[in-house]
C-alpha cells in the first residue's frame, strides 16, 4: 500500500503542514505523523475524510503510487478526475521529462510502432524513444507523436508525424474527433473517432479516404486514446484532390450519425 506516502506527497504538493491537515480532520498533529510514518493505521472514517480532503478517491490513496505519475496525470488527480471514482481502471502513463521537468513529447516512428502496443507500459522502452519540445503546446496537457502509414487519412499522407493530447478519460472523445488510438490486434492507428463507448462499449473509427470502410474497436481491445492536435508532414498535399477527400468523409461520417440518431430516436 502507497498510504503513507501519498497523503505526504499530496499534502507537500499543497504546502500544508501536518498541523494544518489534522485541523482540517479535527485530529491531532501527532496522529496524522503516525500515518505517515506507518506507526499508526487509519480506519474507515480517517480515509473517508483524507479522500474528501485531497479529492483523490480512497482506492487511489492505497493503491497508486502517486509519486510515479507524470505531472499531467496528478494534475488531473488535483482538479478532481480520479478514474476510480469514475468507476474505470486505472490507466498509468509512462512518461518521460526534460532536465527542467518538463514532459517530453515522445516520438513513435514506423519501427517503433510494432513495439509499441506491448512497450507502451513499459519504462524502458519509453526511455528510449526521441524526444522533443514544442513550447507552443499546453504544459498542462501530454503529448506524444506517432508515425502513420498509408493514405486512409489523406489529405494527412503516408509518413507524417501526428501528434496527439493523451485521454485518459475516453468520455472526452467527441464525435469527429481525429484520434491515434492504441489497441491490442490493430496497432497504433489514426482515424475519425464516433464515441459509442456508452452505448456499446466501442470506439467506431472512420477514414477520410472514403475507399476505406469503417469499422469498430471494443474498449477492451483500446490501451491509448490521443487526441489529435496537428502533424507534420515534408509533403505539399494537393489542395482540390485533399479537399474532396475530406468533404466525402466528413460527408459519410455525418449520414451515419443521423443513422445512429434516428435508432436510438426509434428505439
Partial sequence: MYFAENIKFLRKRRKRTQDDVAHSLNAKRSTLSGYENRVAQPNMEVLMALSEYFNVAIDTLLKVDLQSLPESQIRQLESGFDVFIKGKGLRVLVSTVDADNNENIELVGEKAKAGYTSGYADTEYINELPVFQLPFLSKEKKY?????????????????WVTGEYLQDWSQVKIGD???????DDGVIFKIVENCLEQEQKLK???????????????????????????????????????QNIARGLFELKNDVKSIKEQLRKG
Avoid at 144 to 160: C, E, N, Y
Avoid at 178 to 184: D, G, N, R
Fill in 144 to 160: 506524444r507523436t506517432f508515425q502513420i502509414s498509408g493514405d486512409s487519412m489523406l489529405p494527412v499522407p503516408d509518413g507524417a
Fill in 178 to 184: 481525429a484520434c491515434v488510438i492504441v489497441t491490442l
Fill in 205 to 243: 473509427l472512420h477514414s477520410l479516404n472514403p475507399l476505406f470502410d469503417s469499422y469498430s474497436v471494443a474498449a477492451e481491445n483500446i490501451r491509448e486514446v490521443w487526441r489529435f492536435v496537428h502533424y507534420i508532414s515534408g509533403d505539399m498535399p494537393d489542395s482540390t484532390t485533399d479537399m
